[in-house]
C-alpha cells in the first residue's frame, strides 16, 4: 500500500475510534488547564502523544497531532456556523442538523463542504466545543469602530447574555 506525505511527513489516518480517543485525551488535557493561547506546549503535545499510542497504539509526531487539532477545530468552526445559520436547527440527542431543502441549498451553495452535514451532525461536537470554546472567537462581544459603546445598562445586559448563555453548546442536551 502506498503512503502518502505531506511536507516529508506520512498522512495519519484517523479512523472513528482513534479520533474519538485523541479528542477525549485533548479534553482531558484541556480540563488540568493545558491548554494555553489556542495551544499546547512541546512537552504536553509529547504527552498526548504518548497517550494516543498507550490507548490506541497509534504513534504521531507533533506535527501530525497539531495537524489533526488544528483540522477538528476547524470542523467545530464550521459546524457551529452552519448550526447558528437562520434556518438551521440541531438536536444534539439524534446529532441531526434540520433545515429546509431552500436553506440547505442556499447554505451548501455558498458553502459546500457542509453538505457532510445533511445527514449527521459534527460527532463530538459538544466535547470540542468544551475544548474550542475558549479559544474561539465568536464575536459576540464586538462593536464596529463606527458604533456607540453600550451605555452601562446595554453593556451589563450584554455581558449577562454572554456569560449566562453560553457561547456555542447547550451542554444540557
Not at 485533548?26 to 495551544?39: F, I, N, P
Not at 499546547?40 to 489533526?68: D, N, R, Y
Not at 459546500?112 to 475544548?131: D, W
Amino acid at each position: 500500500m502506498a503512503h502518502k506525505y505531506i511536507d516529508g511527513e506520512e498522512k495519519v489516518q484517523w479512523p472513528s475510534e482513534h479520533e474519538e480517543f485523541f479528542i477525549h485525551i485533548l479534553h482531558d488535557h484541556v480540563k488540568k488547564g493545558d491548554l494555553q493561547a489556542s495551544t499546547f506546549k512541546t512537552k504536553v503535545w509529547s504527552e498526548i502523544s504518548e497517550e494516543l499510542l498507550a490507548k490506541c497504539g497509534k504513534k504521531c509526531t507533533v506535527k501530525q497531532l497539531k495537524s489533526k487539532f488544528n483540522k477538528l477545530r476547524i470542523a467545530h468552526h464550521e459546524f457551529l456556523d452552519l448550526i447558528e445559520h437562520t434556518g438551521f436547527g440541531w438536536d444534539p440527542n439524534d446529532n441531526t442538523v434540520t433545515a429546509s431543502e431552500d436553506v440547505w441549498a442556499s447554505y451548501i451553495k455558498s458553502k459546500p463542504r457542509a453538505k457532510q452535514y445533511r445527514t449527521q451532525g459534527l460527532m463530538h461536537y459538544q466535547l470540542l466545543g468544551e475544548i474550542f470554546n475558549t479559544t474561539t472567537a465568536t464575536g459576540q462581544l464586538h462593536y464596529a469602530s463606527n458604533q456607540l459603546l453600550p451605555n452601562s445598562d446595554e453593556e451589563c445586559e450584554l455581558e449577562n447574555n454572554f456569560l449566562n448563555t453560553g457561547v456555542h453548546i447547550n451542554v444540557d442536551g
